[in-house]
């Protein structure tokens, strides 16, 4: 494959060996805790992060204060949730450049001062094989330098070392150890800048956003990119477990949630339906007599709520019903003769759902009711 120029590719982002990651510490709850120290400021007491996911009125207040704060430049409570990371295989360069380039963190890091750098601890990227060549001849070349060095410095360094220490110049192998340090220490400049590391590494919340944002804006280095998502996706995957071993009831019992009880809300359930279908069949009565399949519902609705008085004396009924409401147009001389089709009403058989479930009083039944009889349907407006 030709390429412009007749150079040959750069690098395709990987490295040998891999960087590791590790997230070793971290907060439980670290959104949690950063709005609860946002709303400190402004609350009466210490609120507690648990306070802040409480219910379904507390987690949206602290959504919306984590949105408002962020926007409003207010990052200062995000630094209050920190993470401890262990990253090997890890450059020099990454360290001095990237890493500690940045405020708020703490590095404790491996020392090139008192531990010795051996041959082919490098960094090396994924190169085409003539670049490859000729990177590894270079950092070969400069750790044999380092040794070459130490070897070197060794006897200038003892006798510094002694010069200032001189009674321990009568125990020079005791001592030994300390003065490869010292030449260690002056040689560790000629190591390339891809010389392998590891560390602990902690930064808070806003220096890990300010990573990740840097790594996705400016030309940043592909082992930059490479160590910070493995960093982020650490975090996110410590959240997921996190939410995957908490008890979902324990969860909601420490955030004061209580056993719903469904015993009222299954009579409520009950009594709808059985509301419903009466509603229904008294439907099927009213619907043909008022005659208008448009409005039927809402009136004969209107009229199971009026309320009124009935009255009968001896073979005669009287209907006085007052409308919570107004009646649709056109809607009143009709409901006016409803009992001129009274006895359309009583040759039609009762629905299932009215009939009485008891047993009727003995004696003798009553008469029906005949349109003569039903004197006096009033429906006044309020």
Request: hydrophobic fraction near 40%; include cysteine; proline fraction near 8%.
């Given at each position: 494959m030709s390429h412009a120029g007749g150079r040959e590719p750069v690098s395709d982002g990987s490295f040998s060996p891999r960087p590791r990651v590790r997230l070793v510490g971290a907060f439980a709850e670290p959104f949690n805790t950063a709005i609860a120290a946002a709303r400190t400021c402004y609350a009466s007491r210490l609120i507690a992060p648990e306070d802040v996911a409480r219910d379904e009125a507390a987690r949206a207040q602290r959504d919306a204060i984590a949105r408002s704060t962020y926007a409003a430049g207010h990052h200062t409570i995000w630094?209050?949730?920190?993470?401890?990371?262990?990253?090997?295989?890890?450059?020099?360069?990454?360290?001095?450049?990237?890493?500690?380039?940045?405020?708020?963190?703490?590095?404790e890091q491996v020392s090139q001062r008192y531990v010795t750098v051996q041959a082919g601890a490098v960094l090396t990227p994924s190169l085409p094989p003539r670049a490859r060549a000729r990177y590894t001849r270079a950092v070969?070349?400069?750790?044999?330098?380092?040794?070459?060095?130490?070897?070197?410095?060794?006897?200038?360094?003892?006798?510094?070392?002694?010069?200032?220490?001189?009674?321990r110049a009568k125990q020079?192998?005791?001592?030994?150890?300390?003065?490869?340090?010292?030449?260690?220490?002056?040689?560790?400049?000629?190591?390339?800048?891809?010389?392998?590391?590891?560390?602990?590494?902690?930064?808070?919340?806003?220096?890990?956003?300010?990573?990740?944002?840097?790594?996705?804006?400016?030309?940043?280095?592909?082992?930059?990119?490479?160590?910070v998502s493995a960093m982020v996706e650490a975090v996110r995957a410590q959240r997921d477990a996190a939410l995957r071993d908490t008890s979902r009831l324990e969860l909601l019992i420490r955030q004061n949630?209580?056993?719903?009880?469904?015993?009222?809300?299954?009579?409520?359930?009950?009594?709808?339906?059985?509301?419903r279908n009466v509603f229904r069949r008294l439907l099927e009565v009213f619907r043909p007599l008022y005659d208008n399949y448009r409005d039927d519902h809402l009136l004969l609705r209107l009229l199971t709520r009026c309320s009124g008085i009935v009255r009968r004396r001896g073979q005669t009924i009287r209907y006085r019903a007052v409308a919570q409401g107004s009646l649709p147009p056109g809607a009143a001389p009709r409901v006016r003769h409803l009992p001129e089709h009274h006895d359309r009403l009583h040759q039609r058989p009762l629905p299932r759902a009215l009939r009485p479930r008891r047993d009727p009083p003995a004696g003798p039944a009553p008469s029906p009711l005949t349109p003569a009889q039903v004197r006096e349907f009033n429906l006044p407006y309020p």
């Amino acid at each position: 494959m030709s390429h412009a120029g007749g150079r040959e590719p750069v690098s395709d982002g990987s490295f040998s060996p891999r960087p590791r990651v590790r997230l070793v510490g971290a907060f439980a709850e670290p959104f949690n805790t950063a709005i609860a120290a946002a709303r400190t400021c402004y609350a009466s007491r210490l609120i507690a992060p648990e306070d802040v996911a409480r219910d379904e009125a507390a987690r949206a207040q602290r959504d919306a204060i984590a949105r408002s704060t962020y926007a409003a430049g207010h990052h200062t409570i995000w630094q209050h949730a920190t993470f401890e990371f262990a990253l090997e295989n890890v450059s020099r360069q990454l360290i001095w450049s990237f890493l500690h380039a940045h405020p708020f963190y703490n590095s404790e890091q491996v020392s090139q001062r008192y531990v010795t750098v051996q041959a082919g601890a490098v960094l090396t990227p994924s190169l085409p094989p003539r670049a490859r060549a000729r990177y590894t001849r270079a950092v070969e070349m400069q750790v044999t330098a380092y040794q070459r060095l130490v070897e070197l410095l060794l006897e200038p360094a003892r006798q510094a070392y002694f010069a200032l220490f001189p009674a321990r110049a009568k125990q020079p192998e005791k001592y030994r150890s300390a003065v490869v340090k010292k030449a260690q220490e002056i040689a560790r400049y000629t190591l390339p800048v891809g010389t392998l590391a590891y560390l602990y590494h902690t930064v808070n919340g806003l220096t890990l956003h300010r990573y990740h944002r840097l790594c996705n804006m400016l030309d940043a280095p592909g082992e930059a990119r490479a160590v910070v998502s493995a960093m982020v996706e650490a975090v996110r995957a410590q959240r997921d477990a996190a939410l995957r071993d908490t008890s979902r009831l324990e969860l909601l019992i420490r955030q004061n949630y209580r056993q719903l009880d469904t015993r009222c809300k299954e009579l409520m359930d009950a009594l709808k339906i059985t509301a419903r279908n009466v509603f229904r069949r008294l439907l099927e009565v009213f619907r043909p007599l008022y005659d208008n399949y448009r409005d039927d519902h809402l009136l004969l609705r209107l009229l199971t709520r009026c309320s009124g008085i009935v009255r009968r004396r001896g073979q005669t009924i009287r209907y006085r019903a007052v409308a919570q409401g107004s009646l649709p147009p056109g809607a009143a001389p009709r409901v006016r003769h409803l009992p001129e089709h009274h006895d359309r009403l009583h040759q039609r058989p009762l629905p299932r759902a009215l009939r009485p479930r008891r047993d009727p009083p003995a004696g003798p039944a009553p008469s029906p009711l005949t349109p003569a009889q039903v004197r006096e349907f009033n429906l006044p407006y309020p």
